[in-house]
C-alpha cells in the first residue's frame, strides 16, 4: 500500500498569502495525484486531479505541481473560503489511499 | 444536475450487518465508475469499495475486504454497499462518489450517511 505524507499537518496564514501544502509519497505515483478541499460538516470536493489539472470549476488560484513522490498544492493569495482541510490522493494501484490531510487555519 | 443520496446509515450492534444505498441522477449512471469512501468521526478519508464499469470489476480495501459487498443496479441507477460483520472500526460517515472518466478520480459525493457500530 502506498503512504501519502501531507505536511504541514497545520498552516496557520492570513488572507492574501501564498499557501503551499505538500504530499509525499511512499513511492512512485507518476502523476496519479489528486487534491481535494473539505469544509467541516462538507463532503470533498475535487480540486486537482492527475497532478497539475484544475477540475471544472476551481479557481485559477489553485494550482498543483509535481510528479513521482513530491508534490505541490499551492493557493496563490488566499481567499476566506479558502480555510479548511485538503487531502491528496493517489489512483496509482488499488488501494487508493488519501494523505491524512492538512488544515489550513486563519492565523 | 449531478445528485447522489445516501440511505441505509444508523446504529447496529457489533457484528451485526447494514445496507448502504446511493440513488444516482443527473448523468448516465451505467457508464460511470462508482465508489464508497469513508471517514471516521473526526479522522481523515478512507477509500473503501469501488464498482469499475470496465469488466464489472470490484475492489475493496483490506479492512473490508470479506465482510463489505459493493454492488450497482443501473436499471434503477443505485449503488449499494452491503456491509457483514461489522465492527466498531466500521463508525463512520459512508460517502458514495461518482468516478470521472478515470476510476480514481472523484468528481461528485454524496452528503453521507452515519454508520455507528456500538453494543
Known amino acids: 500500500e502506498i503512504v501519502l505524507t501531507q505536511s504541514p499537518a497545520t498552516l496557520s496564514l492570513s488572507p492574501g498569502e501564498r499557501a503551499t501544502l505538500s504530499c509525499r509519497a511512499s513511492?512512485?505515483?507518476?502523476?496519479?495525484l489528486a487534491w481535494y478541499q473539505q469544509k467541516p460538516g462538507q463532503a470533498p470536493r475535487l480540486l486537482i486531479f492527475?497532478?497539475?489539472n484544475r477540475a471544472t470549476g476551481i479557481p485559477v488560484r489553485f494550482s498543483g505541481s509535481g510528479s513521482g513522490t513530491d508534490f505541490t498544492l499551492t493557493i496563490s493569495s488566499l481567499e476566506p473560503e479558502d480555510f479548511a482541510v485538503y487531502y491528496c490522493q493517489h489512483r496509482s494501484n488499488w488501494p487508493y489511499t488519501f494523505g491524512q490531510g492538512t488544515k489550513l487555519e486563519i492565523k | 444536475e449531478v445528485q447522489l443520496v445516501e440511505s441505509g446509515g444508523g446504529l447496529v450492534q457489533p457484528g451485526g450487518s447494514l445496507r448502504l444505498s446511493c440513488a444516482a441522477s443527473?448523468?448516465?449512471?451505467?457508464?460511470?465508475?462508482m465508489n464508497w469512501v469513508r471517514q471516521a468521526p473526526g479522522k481523515g478519508l478512507e477509500w473503501v469499495s469501488s464498482f469499475s464499469v470496465t469488466g464489472g470489476t470490484t475492489y475493496y480495501a483490506d479492512s473490508v475486504k470479506g465482510r463489505f459487498t459493493i454492488s450497482r443496479d443501473n436499471s434503477k441507477s443505485t449503488l449499494y454497499l452491503q456491509m457483514n460483520s461489522l465492527r466498531d472500526e466500521d463508525t463512520a460517515v459512508y460517502y458514495c462518489?461518482?468516478?470521472?472518466?478515470?476510476?480514481?478520480?472523484?468528481?461528485?459525493w454524496g452528503q453521507g450517511t452515519l454508520v455507528t457500530v456500538s453494543s
Open positions: 443527473g448523468f448516465t449512471f451505467s457508464s460511470s465508475a
Open positions: 462518489a461518482k468516478s470521472t472518466s478515470y476510476l480514481g478520480v472523484i468528481d461528485y
Open positions: 492527475n497532478a497539475s
Open positions: 513511492q512512485s505515483v507518476s502523476n496519479y
